[in-house]
């Protein structure tokens, strides 16, 4: 098999990149001059253990002879050239040859948590036992040991690319967003137990929305329900086993979930009621939107690169003040910073 992804130069504002990709998702578009092959590729980096890089890629020509070999979830030689279109690396692919892999070969093109899933599980439980309320922490704990979370919130990817888009993102998303709502709870004056079990069981319909097998689909449930209403049958489901949970507690709880995307435009059926149910909103879009300003690559040397979903430009190097350059700008922001 060719070696993992290796860098040539090309002209200038292009590189070629050449070497073992993981097809991550595939599709066949209508173009000017006839059909193109849209790839997401996952590459590994040359050192040992080094981040993999997802970038999306474009046949031209000869895309559908190319369409019908390739597939998401395998493993690809591609050959092409890196540049920056709309402000977002792509790659112009000149060759792509499928590859036989096995799962294992395969799963290095995953990306993993970094969090320890069984303290991340061991870390979720303490949180849950630590509600006051008994009908609430029974409800927590119940989902918990519920059989089908147990064997899918460890794995579960938060979302399909966006954010913690990980084995272990789901995770990894609701211990984040636990801990903060553990902590600005006495600030705001919020109901700790409220809010720890509504951020615990907002996205927990993804366990069933995506697939945590590579390339992380949408399942048939989660395109045909989505994972609010897929989290809220849950929850129903286990408040049924729970002696005399009362039926204002699970609306409660269901709101939660249905409400925390906060907006109708993004897929919210209700608009947060509460002031936990706005908390859980803005702490979820705070874990996320943090993650994907993490996730965007540098593009040139001043470590810029592009976050195509907000269209806003993100600067690698503004969180690690000793890169700063000596020009005045970057002299007055080291004084703020350092104040
Ligand atoms: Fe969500
Ligand atoms: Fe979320």
């Not at 991340?120 to 989902?143: A, F, N, P, Q």
């Not at 809220?232 to 507690?249: L, M, N």
Request: charged share 25%; with cysteine.
């Amino acid at each position: 098999m060719p070696g993992r992804e290796t860098e040539m130069a090309a002209g200038p504002g292009s590189k070629m990149v050449k070497g073992v990709a993981f097809v991550k998702s595939k599709s066949v578009q209508d173009a000017k001059n006839g059909p193109a092959l849209f790839l997401d590729l996952v590459f590994r980096s040359e050192s040992p253990g080094g981040p993999l890089r997802e970038i999306p890629a474009r046949l031209w020509e000869g895309a559908d002879s190319v369409a019908s070999r390739v597939e998401p979830g395998t493993l690809v030689y591609a050959e092409g050239q890196e540049i920056v279109f709309n402000g977002e690396n792509q790659i112009r692919l000149a060759r792509v040859q499928p590859l036989k892999a096995n799962p294992e070969e395969i799963r290095e093109y995953i990306p993993q948590t970094t969090l320890s899933v069984s303290s991340g599980m061991e870390r979720l439980r303490e949180y849950l036992e630590s509600l006051e309320d008994t009908h609430l922490r029974s409800l927590g704990l119940g989902i918990l040991s519920d059989p089908e979370v147990r064997a899918g919130l460890p794995l579960a990817p938060a979302a399909k690319k966006n954010h913690h888009a990980t084995l272990g993102g789901l995770l990894e998303h609701t211990l984040e967003i636990m801990e903060m709502g553990h902590r600005i709870a006495p600030v705001l004056g919020l109901n700790r137990d409220l809010l720890l079990l509504g951020l615990f069981l907002h996205d927990i319909g993804k366990c069933w929305e995506i697939s945590s097998q590579p390339g992380f689909s949408y399942t048939d449930e989660g395109r045909l329900v989505g994972h609010m209403y897929l989290g809220c049958e849950k929850v129903a489901q286990v408040a049924r086993t729970i002696d005399g949970f009362p039926e204002t507690y699970l609306r409660m709880v269901q709101h939660f979930i249905l409400s925390h995307h906060g907006e109708f435009a993004y897929g919210s059926p209700v608009l947060p009621s509460t002031p936990e149910a706005m908390a859980v909103h803005f702490l979820d879009n705070l874990s996320g939107q943090v993650n994907a300003m993490r996730k965007v690559q540098p593009q040139d040397r001043d470590q810029w690169g592009f976050e195509k979903n907000r269209g806003a430009y993100i600067w690698k190097k503004g969180s690690d003040p000793a890169t700063w350059d000596r020009s005045p700008i970057g002299q007055a922001l080291r004084k703020v910073f350092e104040r």
